[in-house]
């Protein structure tokens, strides 16, 4: 969302918009046999579980974007206190080369964490492994793809969209 380049908003309404019993039980998409893509280095993998959980590792080449891991059972308590302020983030200079191209216009330091030479451009961090909880936050929004809550581990390292995507597909077709 544009609102702060953050879910907590989101998150806030459609919790406050209540809760509609529907007469059925909830259908979850449930892995029996692990599931596993990867490119060029990252990797994301679905491991069977009673819940669902990510797993996350990031590892970039840069003095100010450290090496960071983390692990969520996901809630919806902990979706809005611990992943959905995370903010995504790029370097200064692919920045630079998106504003050059007339892109990223909605971006402001305030929704989105810039990474100089010289650490973070402007604010700070609302975390301090802010990246890697943005990276569970984009994982999550690839993952709602499915049109089902999933029951998985999710495992990834260094994954984006793209790769997300790919094992979004890939469990899909297991699902039919």
């Known amino acids: ?6 879910s907590v908003p989101l998150a806030r309404r459609v919790a406050g918009s209540g809760m509609v019993e529907q007469g059925e039980d909830k259908k979850y998409g449930r892995r029996t046999e692990p599931m ?3 490119e060029d280095g990252t990797y994301v ?4 579980a009673d819940e669902f ?7 970039y080449n840069h003095p100010y974007l450290q090496t960071q891991f983390i692990s969520f059972s996901l809630t ?4 809005e206190k611990e992943i959905a302020g995370a903010r995504t983030f790029c370097l200064e200079r692919e ?3 998106l504003r050059s191209q007339g892109l990223g216009k909605g971006a402001t330091f305030q929704n989105t964490v810039v990474i100089g030479d010289k650490g973070i451009v402007e604010g700070e961090l609302r975390f301090e492994d802010e990246f890697v909880r943005h990276k569970i936050l984009d994982i ?3 993952l709602f793809l499915l049109g089902c809550p999933l029951r998985a581990h999710i495992v990834a ?3 984006g969209h793209s790769l997300n995507i790919k094992l979004v597909r890939k469990i899909k077709k297991a699902l039919s």
């Open 45 to 48: 993998a679905a491991f069977p």
């Open 157 to 159: 390292s260094r994954s």
């Open 53 to 59: 959980r990510i797993s996350f590792t990031i590892d």
């Open 140 to 142: 999550i929004g690839d």
């Open 76 to 79: 919806s308590d902990i979706f």
């Open 1 to 6: 969302p544009e609102i702060d380049g953050i």
């Open 95 to 97: 920045a630079e080369a």
């Open 36 to 38: 596993y893509v990867s």
